[in-house]
């Protein structure tokens, strides 16, 4: 399994800033996630994060909120824009390492980051 | 579309003994990938256990194993010999092979494991 570093692993902001949450792998990976979980909740899934090209958001999710770098394939950043109370969460990147068909059907997350916005 | 349903919101297990949690699943994807994650109270996800939908055998890794009933749409995770550490929310999840790596997650389900 891959080995991910998510940093910060907690943060408490302040309503109408931004945070930026990095997610470093100890290998090269192609495909890299961003997924959130409201308190009490299950995840949802941000976006994929593309290596090179802008990343594929899902459903209900903006890349003026949610940015995201991808400079290669070992690293990726979310960033959370101009914050609200309802953005406290735990944000997570996840990874799928490997190659082909065989390899690359797991999927690990990282430590995650706990985000509380007053 | 797919959908994963726990329909145990918590369970409680005496240390040492064996605890079931219950899956099960609905997909029109004819290849498929299920997954199971624990996330204690540090909030990280930690992988336990994957099968694929083609495999033949139930996946084992250490304490954990799935009981993978194909016909019956149903992955559910056996804990045996629980340790206080086991006390966590356990996660199922699935995704669709081999292109579509979105995960869809449970509810989730909450074990406290009592010494």
């Known amino acids: 399994s891959a080995v991910i570093s998510q940093k910060p692993s907690r943060d408490i902001c302040q309503r109408g800033t931004s945070l930026t949450i990095q997610c470093q792998v100890d290998?090269?990976?192609?495909?890299m996630f961003w997924y959130r979980q409201q308190p009490g909740q299950s995840l949802t899934l941000i976006a994929t994060a593309n290596q090179g090209s802008e990343a594929t958001y899902e459903s209900g999710f903006v890349i003026d909120k949610f940015p995201i770098s991808r400079p290669n394939l070992t690293f990726s950043t979310l960033t959370v824009s101009n914050m609200s109370p309802e953005d406290s969460s735990i944000y997570l990147c996840?990874?799928?390492?490997?190659?082909?068909?065989?390899?690359?059907?797991?999927?690990?997350f990282g430590s995650g980051t706990q985000l509380s916005v007053l | 579309a797919q959908k994963i349903t726990q329909t145990q919101p918590g369970m409680f297990v005496q240390e040492k003994e064996a605890v079931t949690l219950d899956c099960t699943y609905d997909t029109s994807d004819p290849s498929y990938g299920l997954f199971w994650y624990k996330q204690p109270s540090s909030g990280e996800m930690i992988f336990l256990i994957y099968?694929?939908?083609?495999?033949?055998q139930n996946a084992t890794e250490g304490r954990y194993s799935l009981n993978f009933q194909k016909a019956r749409k149903s992955a559910n995770l056996v804990i045996s010999a629980s340790q206080l550490g086991d006390s966590a929310m356990y996660f199922c999840a699935m995704r669709a092979l081999p292109n579509d790596y979105k995960l869809s997650f449970g509810a989730g389900t909450t074990v406290t494991v009592r010494a």
């Open positions: 099968q694929g939908s083609y495999d033949q």
């Open positions: 996840s990874v799928s390492p490997g190659q082909g068909y065989l390899t690359n059907e797991k999927l690990f």
């Open positions: 290998s090269q990976v192609t495909m």
